[in-house]
């Protein structure tokens, strides 16, 4: 598949990037020579391999919720440089 100057500039309008005419030839032959590895891929027999998410055979670990004591809010307020109404007091950012 040929890939166009014109593509390429069109693919750089919408990814708002700013492509010299010298890089259009540049982008225009490797996104062609992307495409023709692509191809290759797709001529692969992979009939016979089951479709997978992840290589590896991994599942996600999870543990039961369980109510636990934690810190008292007093102990964790002690060394705090400013404090208010049982809460850490910190300076306002505005950017």
């Given at each position: 598949m040929a890939i166009s100057k014109d593509t390429v500039k069109y693919v750089a309008h919408l990814a708002r990037i700013r492509l010299k005419p010298e890089e259009l030839d540049v982008f225009s032959v490797q996104l062609e020579e992307i495409l023709k590895y692509m191809e290759k891929l797709n001529?692969?027999?992979?009939?016979?391999?089951?479709?997978?998410?992840?290589?590896?055979?991994?599942?996600?670990?999870?543990?039961?919720?369980?109510?636990?004591?934690?810190?008292?809010?007093?102990?964790?307020?002690?060394n705090a440089p400013k404090k208010k109404d049982r809460q850490f007091s910190v300076p306002k950012v505005i950017a």
């Open positions: 001529e692969a027999e992979v009939s016979h391999i089951p479709p997978t998410s992840h290589i590896l055979s991994l599942k996600n670990v999870f543990r039961a919720d369980q109510v636990r004591p934690s810190l008292d809010v007093d102990a964790v307020l002690e």
